[in-house]
């Protein structure tokens, strides 16, 4: 059987770097890690869980991938999937990937290397082809985020008709201009994809036009919130609302509104996504799509601990509830 000292010879390192490495330490080179990992592969060798429990040096334990933890949405989702896994007597640990493909990847290398038990990915940023390899090593689910050909569970919302009543909401109040902020790309495939075809068909249904120059696309934090007013005040022909996609990025919105001495709603509506506790904040307080965020994480670490204890579990997809709130801002 395949051991670390076999991998640290054929690697021609310590077996201190090889422990580092498969710790997912800091302190290894890129070079050396790479070299690692190679042999690694070449040798089909994976660490042994049973015995790292047996020293001590290993509970059961779920890691979770979020693409910013300091968007509060995903701080509230992580909270809930950590209470949930206490509960259980499960432990969890945080990956941040910072929408990046090749932090992504590391991370699910800890699944292929046992450092973890379980993945739950509230964010994708690699094609299914490159994901599904690592479901041989142990359960991954998605949750807020899900991919038509995946073949793992996912606890999603219906991203489409969010996008719709709130785009609808909008044209209701009156509004014919209306600006859209998405947190990936204005397509037809990939991430948000389906909030961009449930506003589309909102304006399609009131006979309005998307305008390219009222779409903001990669919009994810409050600053952006901020630079989205400032183009917009540098408009000749400006919209009179904006569905920001995101409480933090509603945030922004209002607070660079405010300070440019703009009266809200009647100089600009604003609603968001998420109807995170900040929205009951702001003034004026923000109209927001409601996500039931505790219920997500919660359902989210019930199913991976159910694949864990049932390796043959039944791969479902489980969509929870959306609804619009109304509150001031528009």
């Known amino acids: ?90 432990q969890v640990i945080i990956f941040q990937s910072n929408l990046n493909k090749e932090k992504e990847l590391a991370f699910l290398n800890l699944l292929k290397m046992k450092q973890v038990d379980g993945i739950i990915m509230t964010s994708i940023e690699n094609d299914w082809n490159v994901i599904e390899p690592f479901t041989q090593y142990g359960p991954l689910l998605m949750c807020n ?11 999603r919302l219906d991203q489409h008709k969010g996008a719709f009543i709130g785009a609808r909401h909008l044209i209701e109040r009156g509004h014919r201009k209306i600006a859209y902020c998405t947190g990936g790309l204005f397509a037809q495939e990939r991430k948000d994809k389906d909030r961009n075809q449930g506003f589309q068909q909102a304006l399609m249904e009131a006979g309005l036009e998307v305008i390219p120059k009222w779409i903001f696309v990669n919009q994810n934090s409050i600053e952006d919130g901020r630079r989205v007013v400032k183009q917009i005040l540098e408009m000749d022909d400006r919209p009179t609302a904006i569905f920001t996609g995101s409480d933090e990025v509603a945030s922004g919105v209002i607070a660079e509104a405010n300070e440019r001495g703009l009266t809200l709603p009647d100089s600009l509506a604003v609603i968001g996504f998420d109807d995170q506790p900040v929205a009951e904040l702001l003034v004026p307080k923000l109209t927001t799509i409601r996500q039931p965020v505790d219920e997500m994480g919660k359902k989210a670490m019930e199913i991976i601990i159910k694949m864990l204890e049932d390796p043959g579990y039944e791969i479902s997809i489980y969509e929870l509830p959306i609804e619009l709130v109304i509150r001031q801002s528009t």
């Open 1 to 90: 059987m395949t051991n670390i000292s076999d991998v640290a010879k054929l690697s021609g390192l310590s077996k201190a770097t090889v422990s580092r490495v498969l710790n997912n330490h800091s302190y290894v080179s890129k070079e050396k890690r790479e070299i690692v990992l190679k042999v690694i592969e070449e040798l089909g060798y994976t660490p042994n869980p049973s015995a790292r429990r047996l020293r001590g040096q290993l509970t059961t334990t779920i890691g979770v991938i979020v693409p910013r933890i300091v968007n509060p949405f995903f701080a509230y989702l992580v909270n809930s999937i950590e209470e949930t896994a206490y509960q259980n007597g499960y």
């Open 145 to 155: 985020e899900y991919m038509d050909q995946a073949q793992v569970p996912m606890i």
